[in-house]
């Protein structure tokens, strides 16, 4: 039987190492997820990655870009307060929150973003972008470290 491209992002989110910023809320984790980056270089947009990547067992992420993913769990994208607005940051930390919970609803246990183009590319012809985000919406997705792997 013949994978679909669905199963093939599901069989690298699942094989590769991810790289985390651990937040400055203790509580970040039960209200809007655990955020990983593709790369080191990435996770390095928000702060200092670990040390060591982690790994993850998903198994029905919702997949999309930003307004695909809000429109499926929202029923219509959101508007931002602009990226140079003071307030930016407490909107997205509520809109990923909410994103989780209706994520959750709908029985979905992580959240892969890819740029508008990747998605493009990946729903028309299959092809899996360089650069994923993955939100883990239960820690319990998370496996061992690389480290403790080997």
Do not use: C
């Not at 989110?13 to 937040?23: A, E, L």
């Amino acid at each position: 039987m013949e994978a679909t491209n669905r199963d093939k992002l599901l069989a690298r989110i699942n094989r590769k190492d991810w790289w985390h910023v651990p937040p400055a809320d203790p509580k970040a984790y039960q209200k809007r997820g655990k955020f990983l980056a593709s790369t080191f270089r990435e996770a390095e947009f928000w702060g200092r990655p670990l040390d060591v990547p982690v790994r993850v067992r998903a198994s029905n992420p919702i997949i999309g870009d930003e307004p695909a993913i809000e429109v499926e769990l929202l029923g219509a994208p959101s508007v931002s307060p602009g990226d140079d607005s003071p307030k930016m940051l407490e909107w997205r930390w509520r809109l990923d929150a909410k994103l989780k919970k209706a994520a959750l609803a709908k029985g979905y246990d992580s959240i892969v973003l890819m740029s508008r183009g990747g998605y493009a590319r990946f729903a028309a012809e299959g092809k899996i972008p360089l650069s994923i985000e993955l939100n883990l919406l239960r820690e319990s997705l998370e496996s061992s470290s690389r480290s403790e792997q080997q």
